[in-house]
């Protein structure tokens, strides 16, 4: 069962409220002139890699040249979002999918879709197994979920956005046999990894098209059951809004890249 308050949890929730809405507005306040406009991004290393330079771009086109900083990516989901909830960031840069649950306030967050990309299966074209010598990249998963092959897995492990992700994916398409060779919550270090022919790794389209293209890597499926479509979103918290914060949520919203929401 979900968690529920107890009724003396609903007579104190309005003045909890209260106390974030004030605490938010006292950072704001205290916060030293220079700055001010200096907006905080905890954002995913990935999206602050492929996303986030091109956006900054259409924004300063929309007349926001704004200054900003990064909050390093705190590899698991909850942490991320702890940027967000505890007032070190002013916005979470993230990707989103149905599948991953993010446990915010619905009344006190929202969010705009800023983008979309895929997460997809890769490997290198050729792909050394042990006892089999040389495979094929190309659809090597199709092949192994066939023939019984283990695969090497290039692994986010479970706390970050994408192993959650893949976990449940995994759970919902036929199983394959996979023996992991390397675990890491960074999408770049495991593409290096997948560039080697170290294993099967799934990447977000974004961060290879370049290596798509030139063949050094490949899809390891053909089938689209093993893709996930993402979101990205802004998020921020409802309560900060000082001149800065608004004026993006607002250039953000006047884009028109997609949809403004609860959580």
Not at 5 to 30: K, W
Request: proline content about 6%; aromatic content about 8%.
């Amino acid at each position: 069962m979900p968690a529920e308050l107890t009724p003396a949890g609903q007579h104190f929730l309005p003045i909890a409220q209260e106390a974030i809405s004030t605490f938010y507005t006292a950072r704001e306040t205290l916060r030293p002139v220079a700055q001010a406009t200096l907006l905080r991004f905890a954002a995913l290393h990935t999206l602050v890699m492929t996303f986030f330079p091109d956006w900054l771009q259409r924004l300063k086109a929309e007349g926001i040249a704004l200054r900003s900083s990064h909050i390093p990516d705190r590899g698991g989901i909850e942490a991320n979002l702890a940027a967000l909830i505890d007032g070190d960031a002013d916005f979470l840069l993230t990707y989103a999918h149905s599948r991953v649950p993010f446990h915010l306030d619905h009344g006190h967050f929202d969010h705009v879709t800023v983008g979309l990309d895929r997460l997809v299966p890769v490997v290198a074209p050729e792909v050394h197994l042990p006892g089999r010598g040389l495979l094929a990249g190309y659809g090597i998963l199709d092949r192994a979920i066939d023939e019984g092959i283990a695969l090497p897995y290039l692994s986010y492990g479970y706390s970050s956005f994408f192993g959650v992700a893949l976990g449940r994916l995994f759970a919902e398409c036929p199983p394959f046999r996979r023996q992991i060779a390397h675990e890491n919550t960074i999408s770049a270090g495991l593409k290096t990894l997948a560039l080697t022919g170290t294993g099967l790794c799934w990447l977000p389209e974004s961060l290879i098209g370049e290596e798509l293209a030139a063949g050094s890597l490949v899809l390891a499926s053909q089938s689209e059951r093993w893709t996930l479509a993402l979101e990205i979103r802004l998020y921020r918290h409802r309560a900060a809004k000082s001149r800065p914060i608004e004026a993006l949520w607002l250039a953000v919203n006047r884009m028109g890249q997609g949809h403004r929401g609860n959580v």
